[in-house]
């Protein structure tokens, strides 16, 4: 029987969907080395490690995931990896206690215990502790910021052997992060709508921003701890920030707030007069000078001699 030509065309497109030959296939996960690694007590204290090829000790690029403090989880995109992977740089993600349990200092100082642990584990994992960075985006970008501005945690008196390792790192790159989390500095920057997101009031324990602002003297010293903002000095490592194009002010609404690019604006005003390394990537507004993304930028930081 001769078939019609409509018909075969029919087939033919059933053919190539429905094919794994011709159809395209999906990203496949790359699998870590070492999946749900214990950092810490708590169940959501866990790390994957992706060891990278290559002898002697490797870079470490950390993904701090975001959510606002109060949802996300380490298992991305792991494609995001595999250039990194590709040219000797280990990877890692991490988990860590969330607002809605626990409020600050909590997913912040697990952040700070995971790097520790990393380095702890740095024989075993073969990592270089002189070459780690971070990078996050909304809240891990906070977390990540705030890591890379603020002085070491390490405790050399801590009968915790892991609490002795230094929370230092070497550079992060970071995408639409809160440069402060503190409301009365936030909503002159960008207007009402940021309050209106609930990483603010969650962030120190609050079920509504009404009540973190009618309690903000009892959570003042938190928000101001927890702005990566207030701990910028001259010995700051190099950070790399990405945000997204619309500067419309005041913000739009609670997402577009608590990702506003007038953050990073803010944040490199300040690394500028503290003479810190600082590059600000917002399309349409504002570019480096040395690295045209991101991803270019990790890769001279973790891989310089």
């Known amino acids: 029987m001769k078939l019609q030509k409509p018909l075969l065309i029919v087939l ?120 780690i960075a971070l990078t996050g985006g909304s809240a891990g970008a906070c977390t990540s910021m705030w890591l890379l501005f603020h002085d070491d945690l390490a405790d050399p008196k801590a009968t915790d052997p892991v609490l002795r390792e230094s929370t230092r790192v070497c550079a992060a790159a970071v995408t639409s992060g809160q440069t402060s989390i503190d409301p009365k500095v936030i909503e002159p920057w960008l207007g009402p709508n940021v309050l209106k997101h609930r990483m603010i009031n969650m962030a120190v324990g609050e079920a509504t921003i009404e009540g973190a602002l009618k309690n903000y003297d009892k959570h003042h010293a938190l928000y101001v701890e927890f702005s990566p903002y207030n701990h910028v000095d001259a010995k700051d490592p190099p950070l790399f920030m990405t945000y997204p194009p619309d500067m419309t002010l005041p913000s739009k609404n609670a997402g577009h707030g608590i990702h506003h690019p007038v953050y990073g604006v803010k944040l490199k005003e300040k690394c500028d007069g503290a003479g810190s390394e600082c590059h600000l990537l917002i399309p349409g507004t504002s570019e480096s000078k040395q690295f045209k993304d991101a991803r270019e930028f990790l890769m001279a930081k973790l891989l310089a001699k």
């Not at 975001?66 to 995001?80: F, I, L, P, R, S």
């Not at 349990?101 to 073969?126: G, M, N, S, T, Y």
Request: proline share 12%; charged share 20%.
């Open 12 to 131: 033919y497109a059933v053919l190539l969907v429905s094919s794994p030959l011709l159809a395209e296939d999906p990203p496949k996960p790359v699998p870590p080395t070492h999946a749900d690694v214990s950092y810490g007590p708590h169940p959501r204290n866990v790390l994957d490690f992706w060891e990278a090829p290559g002898d002697g000790p490797r870079p470490l690029l950390v993904y701090i995931h975001g959510g606002g403090w109060v949802a996300g989880d380490k298992k991305t995109n792991t494609e995001m990896y595999k250039p990194f992977l590709a040219k000797g740089i280990s990877c890692a993600a991490i988990n860590y206690r969330l607002t809605a349990e626990v409020p600050l200092p909590a997913p912040v100082h697990d952040a700070a215990r995971a790097i520790q642990f990393l380095r702890a584990k740095a024989a075993d994992w073969k990592i270089d502790t002189q070459h």
